[in-house]
């Protein structure tokens, strides 16, 4: 399963992709021309060899014209909704750090039944993600399960590099 990519690294690859098809296919185009109106004289007396070769070559650089406006256009959506993103993920951080704290979380693994309290770090880990998981499901709807992963991932280093060099 591939890893969550936010909108705005999505929207930047989108902006290189149509920068670089734009490019290439201006450029081709251009060529192109130059080659049918004999400014290259690339083909001389080809008769119809020069006419078929032009217009596929055309027709492939005028798609990727295409392809990097449309990349282009996805990009532009694509910030858009990476601002929202930001926007709700800043809302769930300010959320987490009133509502979530490391010894609450941790208090609520050795309530639960059968849980020895010599838990491995992993253990915790993935009881840990769990319960943040769990809260932030309780409190924001419908999330993206690839975004709430990520988020939760980030959240816990964050959370649990100053909580474990704080107890030591």
């Given at each position: 399963?591939p890893g969550y990519q936010s909108s705005a690294s999505k929207a930047q690859d989108n902006r290189s992709s149509a920068y670089t098809l734009l490019a290439v296919g201006g450029i081709g185009f251009i060529v192109v021309l130059l080659i049918?109106?004999?400014?290259?004289?690339?083909?001389?007396?080809?008769?119809?060899?020069?006419?078929?070769?032009?217009?596929?070559?055309?027709?492939?650089?005028?798609?990727?014209?295409?392809?990097?406006?449309?990349?282009?256009?996805?990009?532009?959506?694509?910030?858009?909704?990476?601002?929202?993103?930001?926007?709700?993920?800043?809302?769930?951080?300010?959320?987490?750090?009133?509502?979530?704290?490391?010894?609450?979380?941790?208090?609520?693994?050795?309530?639960?039944?059968?849980?020895?309290?010599?838990?491995?770090?992993?253990?915790?880990?993935?009881?840990?993600?769990?319960?943040?998981?769990?809260?932030?499901?309780?409190?924001?709807?419908?999330?993206?399960?690839?975004?709430?992963?990520?988020?939760?991932?980030?959240?816990?280093?964050?959370?649990?590099?100053?909580?474990?060099?704080?107890?030591?």
């Amino acid at each position: 399963m591939p890893g969550y990519q936010s909108s705005a690294s999505k929207a930047q690859d989108n902006r290189s992709s149509a920068y670089t098809l734009l490019a290439v296919g201006g450029i081709g185009f251009i060529v192109v021309l130059l080659i049918f109106f004999n400014v290259i004289p690339l083909y001389r007396n080809a008769g119809i060899t020069k006419y078929l070769v032009c217009g596929v070559m055309g027709a492939m650089f005028i798609l990727f014209i295409v392809f990097g406006i449309v990349s282009m256009r996805d990009s532009r959506l694509l910030l858009v909704k990476a601002k929202s993103e930001n926007s709700l993920c800043s809302e769930i951080t300010r959320w987490c750090q009133e509502n979530l704290d490391c010894a609450g979380i941790d208090a609520l693994i050795l309530e639960e039944e059968g849980v020895d309290a010599k838990l491995t770090e992993e253990e915790k880990y993935y009881r840990r993600t769990e319960k943040m998981r769990a809260a932030i499901e309780d409190k924001f709807m419908n999330l993206d399960e690839a975004f709430l992963d990520n988020f939760v991932d980030e959240y816990y280093q964050e959370m649990y590099e100053d909580y474990v060099d704080n107890s030591r």
